[in-house]
């Protein structure tokens, strides 16, 4: 059985920083691209940040020099530093692995940016 379990989230306040984890299990994680997504209040869940099984990453120009996604394959997690937070990233951050047409997903961690 896959499990995706986030952890990290909280209330910042601008301009501060937190780290996302996301701990995989039931899988062969270093074969998977593993991805982080958001959803904001009354949008669409948005693609933030990925690392592909190679350790290429991309990110939404919107994060870009700010947020940074990293995985460690021996402990199956994969992590998004986030710096110089602004209210526009609040959000509920979603882990995603995928690999060819196998997606999982974990359930997600509040992310409130607010002074």
């Known amino acids: 059985q896959v499990q995706l379990v986030e952890s990290g989230g909280g209330l910042v306040q601008p301009g501060g920083s937190l780290r996302l984890s996301c701990a995989a299990s039931?899988?062969?994680?270093?074969?998977?691209?593993m991805s982080w997504y958001r959803q904001a209040p009354g949008k669409e869940r948005e693609l933030v940040a990925a690392?592909?099984?190679?350790?290429?990453?991309s990110y939404a120009d919107s994060v870009k020099g700010r947020l940074t996604i990293s995985r460690d394959n021996a402990k199956n997690t994969v992590y998004l530093q986030m710096n110089s937070l602004k209210p526009e990233d609040t959000a509920v951050y979603y882990c995603?692995?995928?690999?060819?047409?196998?997606?999982?997903w974990g359930k997600g961690t509040l992310v409130t940016v607010s002074s």
């Open positions: 690392a592909d099984a190679g350790g290429s990453t």
């Open positions: 995603q692995a995928a690999f060819i047409i196998r997606v999982y």
């Open positions: 039931g899988l062969t994680f270093s074969v998977f691209t």
